[in-house]
Nanobody
C-alpha cells in the first residue's frame, strides 16, 4: 500500500526554523520526483520545492530560495524540507507528493501520483 506521511509541522515565531519529514511506504523515493507543495487558506496549492529522480537536481519557489532546502534519504525512504528564516507568509498546510518521472520540469501539479495528508505550518509571533 502506497503511503506518504508528513510530520514536523507546528507553530514557530518569525525567523524560526522547522524541518518537515515525509516518510514513504509502498514505493522507493529514489525512483520518483519528490516535491513539497503548500496551500494557504483561500489560495491555490503551489509548488514549493522538487528534487528530481534522475540526478537529484533541486528547484524552489522564488520566495523560498535561500531559506528552504529539500533533501532525500534513500535508506530511510524519506524526503525532508528544512525551512529556515520562516515568515508569516509561509503559513500553510504543507504536502509531500511523488511523481514517477525523471526531471522536475516534467512534473506539474496534476501529474503527481501520490500525496500525503499534509502538515500545518504556522508562523506567528
Amino acid at each position: 500500500q502506497v503511503q506518504l506521511v508528513e510530520s514536523g509541522g507546528g507553530l514557530v515565531q518569525p525567523g524560526g526554523s522547522l524541518n518537515l519529514s515525509c516518510e514513504a511506504s509502498g514505493f522507493t523515493v529514489n525512483y520518483y520526483n519528490m516535491a513539497w507543495f503548500r496551500q494557504a487558506p483561500g489560495k491555490e496549492r503551489e509548488g514549493v520545492s522538487c528534487i528530481s529522480s534522475r540526478d537529484d537536481n533541486t528547484s524552489y519557489l522564488d520566495s523560498v530560495k535561500g531559506r528552504f532546502t529539500i533533501s532525500r534519504d534513500g535508506f530511510k525512504n524519506t524526503v525532508y524540507l528544512q525551512m529556515n528564516s520562516l515568515k508569516p507568509e509561509d503559513t500553510a498546510v504543507y504536502y509531500c507528493a511523488a511523481d514517477y518521472a525523471l526531471y522536475c520540469s516534467q512534473s506539474g501539479l496534476y501529474d503527481y501520483d501520490y500525496w500525503g495528508q499534509g502538515t500545518q505550518v504556522t508562523v506567528s509571533s
